[in-house]
Nanobody, 117 residues
Framework: QVQLVESGGGLVQPGGSLRLSCAAS????????MTWYRQPPGKERELVAS?????????NYADSVKGRFTISRDNAKNTVYLQMNSLKSDDTAVYYC?????????WGQGTQVTISS
């Protein structure tokens, strides 16, 4: 079955960096768009970034993270990454990995990112 396992979250100071990873299994990773979402405390889940299938996938970003976050994928490792730089307190959220496959949406368990001094 489809499994998505996020890792790499933690507590960092404003201006710091984190790299999130999402290890995927149970489907042919390379042919699907992968997406990162986040859910800040008390707010709705929102799209952060996506990367289309293939090795040189097309990327898209939420305006709030453009220029600071970079999404990438390693199809050999079935893993998608989210490099987050210049982190702000507004980036505090649970970050989720997502794939839409055969009409169903799959989510990982999420990883907590907290930005605080």
């Amino acid at each position: 079955q489809v499994q998505l396992v996020e890792s790499g979250g933690g507590l960092v100071q404003p201006g710091g960096s984190l790299r999130l990873s999402c290890a995927a299994s149970g489907f042919i990773f390379s042919v699907y768009t992968m997406t990162w979402y986040r859910q800040p405390p008390g707010k709705e889940r929102e799209l952060v970034a996506s990367i289309s299938r293939g090795g040189g996938g097309t990327t898209n970003y939420a305006d709030s993270v453009k220029g600071r976050f970079t999404i990438s994928r390693d199809n050999a490792k079935n893993t998608v990454y989210l490099q987050m730089n210049s982190l702000k307190s507004d980036d505090t959220a649970v970050y989720y990995c997502n794939v839409n496959r055969t009409g169903a949406r799959y989510w990982g368990q999420g990883t907590q990112v907290t930005i605080s001094s």
